[in-house]
């Protein structure tokens, strides 16, 4: 059995996918935090990994870590959410699973699953904007995923929006993703509104009408907006496709984010505003292009 | 002869180039305002490449235009600071010049010329900031440069950099070329010192040891450090590079802006900074690479 396995700020996730890229098993755990040892979250991605394969010998495990990955796969150089620091994550973990093992970026490895198989299919060229508890980004050009010249292109979610703005967990200022992730989300409800919930609780109370959750998810939207704009006047792309957890709420984020993009891009009457749709794969996107890696780089 | 005409904010640029991208001939005039007609622009076109000709027979010309081009090369759709809008330019220059006419954007020509013969021709992939009254940009990628799905990529200078900031020209707010830009350079000195003096006298100023000038062309470098930050935190290239008259002034400018992108690129000790060189070409290049794509489109 081909594995994939996403290894997020917040939770680890394992899948068995098909030829066509439908998930066939799936397996979560917690991960830990980033102040704690390096073995619990391996132990945690094993745990996960074993899940699926529930007994059937690993032909292959492709790892999506949500941090940079140097450009040979080797290490995990920096992760934001997470505990590993120039972590030579492949081969430690292909010695413990006895198998060969894929490392690469979650995002790229989401960008490779939404080309195959997902939102971007069609497109000659896409950018990906992962929400999750940060932004994980990814480029698909001419039908391939631009992994950058140090294996680090993608960063969306650390340019910098708003000079000396918020603190980041990177270290920096103003970045990105403390207006528009799921921790941005929680922030902005509760400022609004003094209480205290998570992302995907926000999400919920949204889709049920409340007004101040629905108000806090375009807040995030409008800046996904701004955000995509910086990137379209850079990059024009054919198509924006968003995916990670805060996705889930659809158009209450999605609305806001195409009518600011329209309102920030540049020359936007004189050009075509690349159209912003939902990632089809969803939170398994990264789990599932890991898989296809793990697969690809076995074939 | 083959002429490539590059059509900036204040001046026409017209070049003949060796096959190894030396100029041989070249030839200025002034740019007409914005609100002026659409024919001034084009007579002072004309004045530049017949210039370059010199009563030679065109085999071709290349323009090089400070707007943007729609994909196909037949149209300006739209330039912040010239009178060109949805023109058919292409066409109507053909049948002017009685030869074949390529249209392209300033940045882009810019970037194919230092990809063929200057900065660019050794990296693998590389972004091109190119500081003239505003700011063009150009994507290098595998060798080949990136125009974007509807031929706009590179429009840096509309990537928003401070929320409700200087109002733009091209109708937007914050626009990063409002901070770092010849434009913004006078604007920084103006509002520091009270004087009116053109970027390319500030720059004179700085070079004489003026600390008023330098210290306005280091906030302009430290500008185009944060935006290269973000530039590199997206796309991650091997390479900076840095054109446009404003670069002329070199590491007076450079180096406050390699400063602020060690300082503003995420991860920067966990990954290579890229290196900031100054462009090669100096500000012929766009005309340099329309004489280029003239060529190329000929043979």
Redesign the interface.
Known sequence: VYVGVDVGGTKVLAVEISDTGEVLREAVDSTPGRGDPVSELEDALTRAVEGVADGRPLEGVGVSAAG?VEPTGQTV??ATHLPWR?EPVRERLAARWGAPVVLDNDAHCATEAELAYGAGRAA??FLLVNLGTGIG?G?A?DGRV???????????G??????DGLECE?G?RG?WEQYCSGRALERVFRVSLGSHLDGPQVSALAREGDEHARRAIATIGTWLG?GM???V??????LLVVGGGVSAVGDLLLDPAREALSR?L??AP???V?PVVPAALGPESGAIGAALLARRHAG
Chains 1, 2 share one sequence.
């Open positions: 940079l150089r920096f120039e000659g060229s980004g480029l050009l631009w992994r950058g010249a140090g294996g680090m292109a993608g960063e969306f650390h340019m910098q929006v708003v000079p990177c920096l970045c701004i704009a910086n990137l006047a850079a990059f024009d792309p054919a920030a540049v020359a004189h050009r075509t690349p």
